[in-house]
Each structure stands twice: as structure tokens, then as C-alpha cells.
């Protein structure tokens, strides 16, 4: 999830830095998903309608996805948790995975992400049910395969 969604910012015009930082905080944020968050009381229907759309300038839209975000020095971070997502946080948590075979899963993503419109990757809920979600099993196997090759050699 992190290559793709990194992929997908390149794509849609975010710095390296700041494309490595969405990947990564992306892929955390989907995994907490998957896991359930904390349960908090919903909100009625009334509550829900009668407010408007939150703009905060912690705010961030990479399309109609938000995600929260901070400055550091002159440069932009995603954050989950309070914690912010660095460059240096994706290197050691995904590229250092990959090593020397990094390069090619970054390619294979940027060339899927290349093969859709940009209304897809504008679109939080497109970009994972036609990119994402059907490719998930079998790039997570040819990935995880790869990182083993390389974290055997």
C-alpha cells in the first residue's frame, strides 16, 4: 500500500519527500482500518448533516482523501497518531525491505498508477477498489518474495 499511495502522490504532483511521507502514512492509516479503531459514540444523522465540511490548516486533500498534516522547517509531513510520517521513517520501513530491489517494485507502481485517468487517483475510494484492492494479493507475494531474496542474499 505504502509504493502505491507513494506512487499515486508522485503522480498527482507531491514531492518525493512529501509522496514518500502519504505513502507511508496512508499504508499505516488502512492498516488501522483493517484492524478497527478505537470505538467512539457515533453521531446522529442530524449532527452529521447540519455540519459542514472541517478545513483545519492541519488539513490535507490529495484529492477528496484527507489526511492530517504539519510543517517542519519549510517542508510538509503527513502525521497519524500525532507522530509525523519522514522520508527517513519510509527508508527504513519499506525501502530497506527491498534493498537493491526497491527500484523495480517503485517502477512496476509507477507504471500501474500511470495506466489510470487522474479522476481514479483523485478518487480515495476508486483508487483502492480499481487499483489497489485487485492488485493487493498478488503484488504483496511478488514483493514479499523479492524482499526475502534480498534479505537472504
Given at each position: 500500500m505504502a509504493i502505491l499511495q507513494a506512487a499515486r502522490a508522485t503522480e498527482l504532483g507531491l514531492s518525493n519527500t512529501q509522496a514518500k511521507s502519504w505513502g507511508l502514512n496512508r499504508a499505516i492509516f488502512y492498516?488501522?482500518?483493517?484492524?478497527?479503531?478505537?470505538?467512539?459514540?457515533?453521531?446522529?444523522?442530524?449532527?452529521?448533516?447540519?455540519?459542514?465540511?472541517?478545513?483545519?490548516?492541519?488539513?490535507?486533500?490529495?484529492?477528496?482523501?484527507?489526511?492530517?498534516?504539519?510543517?517542519?522547517?519549510?517542508?510538509?509531513?503527513?502525521?497519524i497518531g500525532g507522530k509525523m510520517q519522514t522520508e527517513s521513517d519510509f527508508e527504513q520501513q519499506i525501502v530497506r525491505r527491498f534493498g537493491t530491489n526497491f527500484n523495480d517494485a517503485w517502477d512496476e507502481s509507477l507504471k500501474i498508477i500511470q495506466e489510470y485517468p487522474k479522476e481514479v487517483l483523485l478518487s480515495q475510494n476508486r483508487f483502492f477498489q480499481e487499483i489497489y484492492r485487485p492488485r493487493r494479493d498478488e503484488l504483496a507475494s511478488k514483493w514479499s518474495e523479492m524482499s526475502e531474496l534480498e534479505q537472504n542474499a
Open positions: 492498516a488501522a482500518a483493517k484492524k478497527g479503531f478505537k470505538k467512539t459514540p457515533p453521531r446522529s444523522r442530524q449532527e452529521i448533516s447540519d455540519k459542514p465540511v472541517e478545513k483545519k490548516k492541519d488539513h490535507y486533500f490529495l484529492g477528496n482523501e484527507m489526511a492530517y498534516a504539519t510543517k517542519k522547517g519549510k517542508r510538509t509531513y503527513f502525521t
